[in-house]
């Protein structure tokens, strides 16, 4: 029996002294759980943290929430618990899937590297069915690689860049692994990311992340992981055709074919030409509601100093974030902030020539200059059904390309993007004050509602001030929009069976993670990734022989 205690406080000197956890660390928590719960310290057997916040109101400090193990004196505190701050942890496994009865044709292929694609392949692979991994990126030291001659040079390779490659476009994030979701397996994603070379503090952190540069070496031990019980990975293979024949699922990369009866596409939301691959294959998609929006960047102290007041820049509190809703009202629809990254800088994400989006990125030091976020108004299908033909479920997609087009041109083409200070944005005016940001190819001033619909632009002009009396400066003349963020989540969906996980179209079809429309952001997408896989486990027979 484990004793979970809430809101277990520690003063900002006291996590200075110990940032990290260590034996030093665990006594002090030790002792204050004891204190808690009425004991000595002596009595606790054991501790884990489960949790841990910072509660920013007044003077800053963190809050912690406690598993205890009390040994032979659990059962004697059992009637006595402060029932407002601790109770009785319900024991909860995960079942581990059963291998089914159906012959399995092939070995299983998951297409995409990505979250959903990673944590499918490590299921499979645990479970002993040797999955084979198709990316059309490449490796992640490669793919770095790239990226910096692309920041060099402004010469954009189509398929290894900020959204193609290992990882996925979380690989040049923050690596942020907060989500709503609530699932058992959650714990475990973090255990093997841990396993894998992250920070051990994301298995209890409030808000958990791993940060771009530490991503890429737990990236690698992730595939090594995954490669050492079976799997294989197979980079630079774009499938780019797929024919169904009988209970067998051809993918055609090229000259290249594999078949299997199970296949699970985990290509991400900026795979454009793939949802158009399906779509001529006969595999239903549909239109999904998504977000657009601008990226906001101020200088990290504004956000520090508006967030912790006269403590900005303690030590044990490190760069602030936020997270901001305004619910709109009437005809303006409502805006969030989107991908916090603190100390982090803005990124162009595109996979495509002369189109621009943007998107954020962090270390995990988070000890840059700037810190930057979307604010993003929701779009629904009748905002874009113009943009293609009757029943089009690509529709979404010529609505993105429309703006990227447009900010690409309007931040002078190669990959500059426009800019405008928030009070010229409010103002409706462009002048050239424009300060020191981030983005690496540099910002043109600009009109910035000509890469946006109107009702999104509309909307974020109102809730700017909303914000700016939330966050101190955060409308301020220091404040910096970018434009545009377009790909904040997928706007096509392939239809599946919410009991089986298939396809309702292509039998053998195990559509998962963000870009099939059922996830949004690196855990989510890993858990909708292990997810299908257990389907495939508990539809099918261990393989005997590799075909």
């Not at 059992?78 to 291998?99: C, D, F, G, W």
Request: neutral net charge.
């Amino acid at each position: 029996m484990t004793i979970r205690l809430y809101n277990i406080f520690a003063d900002i000197t006291e996590e200075a002294q110990s940032p990290r956890f260590s034996l030093q660390k665990e006594q002090t928590l030790t002792a204050k759980a004891a204190e808690c719960l009425g004991i000595n310290a002596a009595d606790v057997k054991s501790l884990r943290v489960v949790r841990r916040a910072i509660d920013a109101r007044h003077r800053p400090r963190f809050v912690y929430t406690l598993d205890v193990n009390l040994g032979d004196r659990e059962r004697d505190l059992y009637e006595n618990l402060p029932m407002h701050s601790a109770r009785v942890l319900a024991q909860e496994k995960i079942l581990e899937p059963t291998p089914g009865q159906e012959p399995l044709t092939g070995r299983p292929v998951v297409v995409g590297a990505g979250p959903a694609g990673l944590f499918a392949a490590l299921t499979l692979a645990r479970c002993g069915y040797r999955p084979l991994v198709l990316e059309r990126g490449k490796p992640v030291a490669q793919r770095v690689a790239d990226i910096a001659g692309f920041h060099s040079k402004r010469e954009l390779d189509p398929e290894s860049n900020h959204l193609f490659g290992e990882g996925g476009a979380g690989t040049f994030s923050d690596g942020k692994l907060t989500t709503r979701i609530d699932d058992l397996r959650i714990a475990g994603v973090l255990a093997t990311l841990v396993e894998c070379g992250a920070p051990g503090e994301i298995l209890f952190d409030a808000k958990p992340h791993v940060g771009t540069d530490r991503l890429r070496a737990v990236l690698v031990n992730l595939r090594k992981k995954i490669e050492a019980l079976g799997g294989e990975f197979r980079f630079e293979t774009k499938v780019d055709g797929l024919k169904v024949k009988g209970n067998v699922l051809e993918l055609l990369s090229g000259v290249e074919k594999f078949e299997s009866a199970a296949v699970l596409p985990a290509t991400g939301h900026s795979a454009r030409d793939t949802y158009e691959m399906l779509r001529d294959a006969g595999v239903t998609l549909e239109p999904r509601a998504f977000q657009v929006g601008l990226r906001i960047e101020h200088p990290q102290e504004i956000i520090n100093t508006a967030q912790y007041g006269k403590w900005s820049g303690h030590p044990a509190l490190g760069a602030a974030d936020y997270r901001l809703v305004w619910k709109g009202d009437g005809d303006f629809r409502p805006v969030y902030s989107f991908c916090m990254c603190p100390g982090g800088e803005v990124i162009a994400a595109t996979a495509q020539q002369g189109r621009l989006c943007t998107n954020g990125m962090s270390d995990y030091a988070r000890d840059g200059q700037f810190a930057n976020s979307a604010l993003v108004v929701p779009v629904s299908p009748e905002d874009f059904a113009s943009f293609g033909g009757p029943g089009d479920p690509l529709a979404g997609i010529r609505f993105q390309e429309h703006w990227e087009i447009a900010a690409f041109k309007l931040g002078g083409g190669r990959y500059g993007a426009p800019a405008q200070s928030v009070p010229d944005f409010l103002s409706g005016c462009v002048t050239d004050r424009i300060r020191e940001t981030s983005y690496r190819f540099g910002v043109a001033p600009a009109d910035l509602s000509a890469v946006l619909p109107p009702f999104a632009i509309k909307s974020i002009r109102k809730a700017l001030p909303v914000f700016g009396r939330a966050v101190r400066g955060f409308d301020g003349a220091d404040a910096l929009l970018i434009g545009p963020e377009t790909r904040a989540s997928s706007p096509v969906r392939i239809q599946r069976n919410d009991e089986t996980r298939q396809s309702v179209s292509t039998p053998g079809l195990y559509p998962a993670g963000e870009g099939a429309g059922y996830a949004s952001g690196i855990m989510s997408s890993a858990i909708d990734g292990i997810l299908s896989a257990e389907a495939i486990i508990s539809r099918f027979a261990l393989p005997r022989t590799l075909n």
